[in-house]
């Protein structure tokens, strides 16, 4: 079972709405990722937080904007969505450092209508 | 030029079958390497790291050549349950996790 949790697992949202994904772990990890995955390719890094700080940042439209309030909770922030930000966004940890496994959350699948 | 390469597949073998997959990577800073699995709509699951001196898991052999910037995955008997993608993952700097396109296995019975 994972130990990274994703909230929610499932949202429609139309254009204008402004809408919060949510991700939280508790295996003391200090990085955390989102990704997007559309079908049938592989996940697609979009920003990478740090001891709470955003490290990285994959020149992520301004409609995503994500947040790191502690070290256990990653939030993505969602602002006048195209129908082609529809996708799977994922949600991963792992311990500081290059030389660690990251896992996964489960996933929010979004449809922006 | 892609930072993690794999041939997509299929691969379509039956059960009991040897597979072996192939993945390369661009950057020779590259720092660590794994492979993922992934079930259709899931998230994807770690199912190794992968070392230079090479690794085992049950049925599962995993094995990096820094000098050809190579990495491998052998799955010996090959079981139904082993249909998924299978992800090669490769870490760059400041944990930048970047994904290969994957493979498909498809098991038959």
């Known amino acids: 079972d994972t130990e990274v949790t994703q909230t929610p697992k499932h949202l429609v949202m139309g254009m204008t709405n402004k809408k919060s994904l949510k991700c939280e772990q508790h295996m003391g990890h200090r990085a955390m990722y989102w990704y997007k995955q559309k079908a049938k390719k592989p996940p697609e890094l979009m920003f990478v937080y740090s001891y709470e700080k955003l490290s990285i940042n994959e020149s992520v439209p301004s409609r995503f904007s994500p947040e790191c309030p502690n070290s256990s909770l990653l939030n993505l922030h969602l602002h006048a969505l195209q129908p082609e930000d529809s996708a799977l966004y994922l949600c991963a940890s792992s311990q500081e450092g290059s030389y660690t496994e990251a896992f996964f959350g489960q996933g929010t699948r979004l449809t922006v209508v | 030029r892609k930072e993690v390469e794999q041939d997509p597949g299929p691969f379509n073998v039956p059960e009991g079958a040897t597979v072996a997959f192939n993945c390369t990577y661009s950057?020779?800073?590259?720092?660590?390497f794994f492979w993922y699995r992934q079930d259709c709509r899931k998230e994807p699951k770690l199912l190794m790291s992968?070392?230079?001196s090479g690794n085992e898991d049950g049925r599962f052999t995993a094995q990096l050549n820094r000098a050809s910037q190579y990495i491998s995955l052998l799955i010996r008997d090959s079981k139904l349950s082993d249909s998924a993608t299978y992800l090669c993952v490769v870490t760059l700097y400041g944990n930048k996790l970047v994904f290969g396109a994957g493979t498909i296995l498809r098991v038959k019975s």
């Open positions: 992968v070392y230079s």
């Open positions: 950057n020779s800073a590259s720092q660590s």
